[in-house]
């Protein structure tokens, strides 16, 4: 299984990044990927799930949209009033379980993971 992540860049505070992860080796159905978000020094952070619905942190919730492309076998990550805070490595995971796991934030929970995109929101 391979994932690859794109779509990162640097915006503007109040911007907006669309993340896609492209999957391969495996027909993933609504097989549960994540979207996690690093930063330097920090541990990986989960940031939303998708099974057959949407999971999201309280601090993305109403601003990201998570979404998924059965027949392009991909999930994207759509990002609206960016903020500094939300700057950072994103990588987008999955252990191939066919539900988001009830620790989905957990990074740990994932064994496939792609190579990560740089999103940085600055002025």
């Known amino acids: 299984v391979q994932l690859v992540e794109s779509g990162g860049g640097l915006v503007q505070p109040g911007g907006s990044l669309k993340l896609s992860c492209a999957i391969s080796g495996y027909d993933l159905q609504y097989n549960g990927v994540a979207w996690f978000r690093q930063v330097p020094g920090q541990e990986r952070e989960g940031v939303s799930c998708?099974?057959?619905?949407?999971f999201y942190t309280d601090d993305v919730k109403g601003r990201f949209i998570i979404s998924r492309d059965k027949q392009k076998n991909a999930v994207y990550l759509h990002m609206d009033s960016l903020q500094p805070e939300d700057t950072g490595v994103y990588y987008c995971?999955?252990?191939?379980?066919?539900?988001?796991?009830?620790?989905?934030?957990?990074?740990?929970?994932?064994?496939?993971w792609g190579q990560g995109t740089s999103v940085t929101v600055s002025s």
């Open positions: 998708v099974d057959t619905m949407p």
């Open positions: 995971g999955t252990n191939l379980y066919p539900r988001c796991p009830t620790a989905w934030k957990n990074k740990n929970t994932y064994r496939h």
